[in-house]
T-cell receptor, first 109, second 115 residues
């Protein structure tokens, strides 16, 4: 079945860039998503990328997609303490979403 | 405000209790979802409803019983749960479940503890 993998933890210093990586197995995925979950809250869509794109930029967020290697990354520029959260990668090839385990981003002052 | 609300936000219940979780969306969407988020597992899809019809039951035990009376409301009825069912239960909605680009909007979740 489909599978999505992420590293579980990432720590960065405030002001540095964060890069969160994700790999997926379903080559038919048409859209890939990044969601953010803050403590005590549900998931919030951050950004998405269509599978025929290799890069998408949205303010401080840059998504890179390597479709050949089935590798997706999210770069957060000038990381702030408010960016501390769990980030989920998700793919949708069939009808339903498959989420990764989430990467917990800690931003150190 | 995500447009998806869930009540209660926290619930503690014994294994013999019966309780219900409620989800309501104010976005005019036609698809609604229940997910289970445990501490050590990826987000697990439980049920999908599209236009009030159940289209997915992801091998969920019968002690969880969903109900979707209309496109705006989704319930999860709980009975004789086990301690391992303790988790955050997230509801989501989307315009429909069949579109390829299909942003899901999540509620804040119900934190369930089964004693």
């Amino acid at each position: 079945g489909e599978d999505v993998e992420q590293s579980l933890f990432l720590s960065v210093r405030e002001g540095d860039s964060s890069v969160i990586n994700c790999t997926y197995t379903d080559s038919s995925s048409t859209y890939l998503y990044w969601y953010k979950q803050e403590p005590g809250a549900g998931l919030q869509l951050l950004t998405y990328i269509f599978s025929n794109m290799d890069m998408k930029q949205d303010q401080r967020l840059t998504v890179l997609l390597n479709k050949k290697d089935k590798h997706l990354s999210l770069r957060i520029a000038d990381t702030q303490t408010g960016d501390s959260a769990i980030y989920f990668c998700a793919e949708r090839g069939g009808q339903n979403f498959v989420f990764g385990p989430g990467t917990r981003l800690s931003v150190l002052p | 405000e995500t447009g998806v609300t869930q009540t209660p936000r926290h619930l503690v219940m014994g294994m013999t209790n019966k309780k219900s979780l409620k989800c309501e969306q104010h976005l005019g969407h036609n698809a609604m979802y229940w997910y289970k988020q445990s501490a050590k597992k990826p987000l697990e899809l439980m049920f999908v409803y599209n236009f009030k019809e159940q289209t997915e039951n992801n091998s969920v035990p019968s002690r969880f019983s969903p109900e979707c009376p209309n496109s705006s409301h989704l319930f999860l009825h709980l009975h004789t749960l086990q301690p391992e069912d303790s988790a955050l239960y997230l509801c989501a909605s989307s315009p429909s479940s069949g579109e390829q680009y299909n942003e899901q909007f999540f509620g804040p979740g119900t934190r369930l503890t089964v004693l």
